[in-house]
């Protein structure tokens, strides 16, 4: 179990690690190690994840989830395989974090009295100096 935060443990049976060749310089490094690591996170399996933190998660992700409801992350960072696990999990644990924030609902609210205040002044200032161009017979 790979814990999130006090409420989500998610269960390791969901992930899967994938060991590949990093691309870049590196030189014979590179060429010859799978340092690079492609994790695979099941989301629509995950039965840790309420369907509301699913839908969230799935939002957040964007162009990483697959058409069968995997999220993809790549981690290619360092050169060591060690790190890029360790990179990926905690990319991992950062989006699950945040798709468990609830979404603060946004209340549309109307002009403060101090903003309401200046508009009137502003609108009594432009009359009186519209009022100074009128011809004098017009008083």
């Known amino acids: 179990m790979i814990r999130i935060n006090d409420n989500i443990a998610i269960d390791e049976k ?10 870049g310089p590196g030189g ?10 492609q994790l695979r996170f099941d989301v ?8 509301e933190v699913k839908r969230r998660l799935v939002r ?8 069968r409801g995997e999220l ?12 890029n696990r360790k990179d990926a999990m905690e990319r991992l644990a950062l989006l699950i974090e945040q798709a468990s924030r609830p979404v603060k609902v ?3 609210k109307g002009p403060s009295a101090a ?24 008083y």
Not at 44 to 51: D, H, M, T, V, Y
């Open 44 to 51: 629509a399996g995950c039965e840790e994840l309420s369907e």
């Open 115 to 138: 903003s309401r205040r200046k508009r009137i002044e502003n609108k009594r200032k432009r009359g009186d100096l519209k009022k100074t161009r009128r011809t004098v017979s017009d």
């Open 28 to 37: 014979q490094h590179v060429n010859k190690t799978s340092t690079a690591v």
């Open 72 to 83: 993809v992350i790549d981690a290619r960072r360092s050169r060591s395989q060690d790190q």
């Open 60 to 67: 957040l992700a964007g162009k990483r989830m697959t058409v």
């Open 14 to 23: 969901n992930i899967e690690l994938d060991f590949v060749r990093s691309s």
């Open 106 to 108: 946004r209340r549309k």
